[in-house]
Each structure stands twice: as C-alpha cells, then as structure tokens.
C-alpha cells in the first residue's frame, strides 16, 4: 500500500510537471523559430549575416532550464532553417543549438558559491571580455554599409541599409558592458557568471557549425567563424539585460 501510494504521488508530479513544461516549452519553442527568421542583417562587403535568434535560445536556456534550453534551442532553431530554406543545415542545427541550451541551462543550474566580491570581480570581467569581443569582431567583420531585414517570410520583410562604423560597435561595447555591471552590481549578482557561460555555450556552436561544414559539407569554413562569434555577442548582448529585466519585474510582482 505505501508503494502504491509513492508511486501514485511519483506519477502525480510528474505528470503535473509535464503539464507545466509542456506550454513553457512550446512557447520559447516558438520564440526561438520567430526571432530567428524575423530579423537578420547582412554585410555584403564581407558576406557576414547574423541573426537574434541566440538570444532566444540564451533567454530559454535561462528562464527554462536545461532540458526547456535544449528542446527550444534545437527544435525552434532547425525550425527556422527549414522555413528560411537551408535544408542541410537542419539536422546539424538540432543538435548544435540544441547542446547549446542544454548546456547553458545547465551551467547556470551550478553556480558557483562565490562571496559579493567574487561576483563583482567576475562580472568585471565578463565586461571586460565582452567589450573586447564586440568591438574587435564588429569592426573587423561588420563595419560598413549592411542591410537589415525585418519581417517574417510569409508576411514580407522591410529591407534598408545602414551604416556600421568603428563608433557604433564601440558604443554597443560599452552598452553591454555597461549592462552586465549594472545588473551585476543591483539587479543580479550572477549577471557576469551568466555572460562567461553564454560564451562558453555559445563556443559550442561556433565549434559545431565550423566541424559540420568543413567535415560534411566542405565549406570553407573557417571564413564563417567570426559571423558565429557575432551571432553569440548579438545573443548576449539582448538575452542577460531581458533576463535581468524579467526576473526584477517578477520579484516586484511577487511582493
């Protein structure tokens, strides 16, 4: 009897959790698929084409978890390959993108137990780092005239251009060096610990894709790299401030 009764209450929450799960896991699904596809923008000068949708996977893997990270990662990110036509890029992309959430969820799920200082010593750096990357693979990569897209495929898109200068990538740097200190230092301690692990996850990807073109689809592969890099920056850069948003604006609702 008291088997059955664990048992009972064993099935009990997992099914309650799965029912929880189910529409969360849906949702950031689909957040992740339509970030991908709605906004891009692209450098002829140097072929470079990025996206936001790392920052949706990022958002996923934060909010959601490792399992929620990995299903919305890889799921709604070969979703967008399908729909905006790269058809062999889509069984890679469900694992790559896939191992990316997994892994950011579960890096953040193991912080580590640092003192107030630590934290601020950590997240000095990640701004540090971040600003670094920003302006070094902006200005080499992404600089001049680039043309943005907004819009869905099956709704249309608004295409212009814009200028990219050395000034606006060094800008963004600061911006978002500036935004991890800040929610380090107020809002969220672990902000820098979140921004090194993003990276971390973010490597994987960069890694993933560089390995799948070459080995499988024998690109040259190597010209790709810096655009993934920016992809990871372009994730971080939107994904740290809108969890550090969300999880304040939560707190306040709670209270």
Not at 1 to 14: A, V
Not at 47 to 72: C, M, P, Q, T, W
Not at 134 to 163: D, K, M
Request: charge should be positive.
């Amino acid at each position: 009897m008291l088997i059955s009764n664990r048992l009972l209450s064993f099935f009990g929450e997992s099914n309650m959790r799965l029912a929880r799960e189910v529409p969360v896991t849906a949702f950031y699904t689909s957040l992740v698929t339509v970030a991908t596809v709605a906004f891009t923008i692209y450098v002829p000068a140097t072929r470079g084409y990025f996206n936001v949708g790392e920052s949706a996977v990022f958002l996923a893997a934060l909010l959601g978890g490792a399992r929620i990270g990995a299903f919305a990662g890889g799921v709604g990110s070969m979703l967008a390959d399908l729909i905006l036509g790269y058809y062999l890029f889509a069984p890679a992309t469900l694992l790559i993108k896939g191992l990316e959430g997994f892994l950011l969820g579960a890096l953040i799920s193991r912080r580590p137990g640092l003192r107030e200082r630590g934290w601020r010593l950590l997240s000095v750096a990640a701004s540090a780092i971040v600003f670094t990357l920003v302006f070094a693979v902006g200005t080499l990569f992404y600089s001049g005239s680039s043309e943005v897209s907004i819009g869905l495929p099956w709704i249309g898109a608004y295409n212009f251009v814009v200028e990219l200068s050395y000034a606006f990538w060094a800008i963004i740097g600061i911006a978002i060096a500036l935004v991890v200190a800040y929610a380090s230092f107020s809002a969220r301690q672990e902000a820098g610990y979140m921004t090194i692990s993003a990276l971390v996850s973010g490597s994987v990807m960069v890694i993933g894709y560089f390995l799948y073109e070459q080995l499988f689809l024998g690109y040259a592969a190597i010209a790709e790299v810096p655009f993934n890099i920016g992809q990871v920056l372009v994730g971080i850069t939107i994904a740290i401030p809108a969890y550090a948003s969300l999880k304040v604006i939560s707190r306040r609702s709670n209270h």
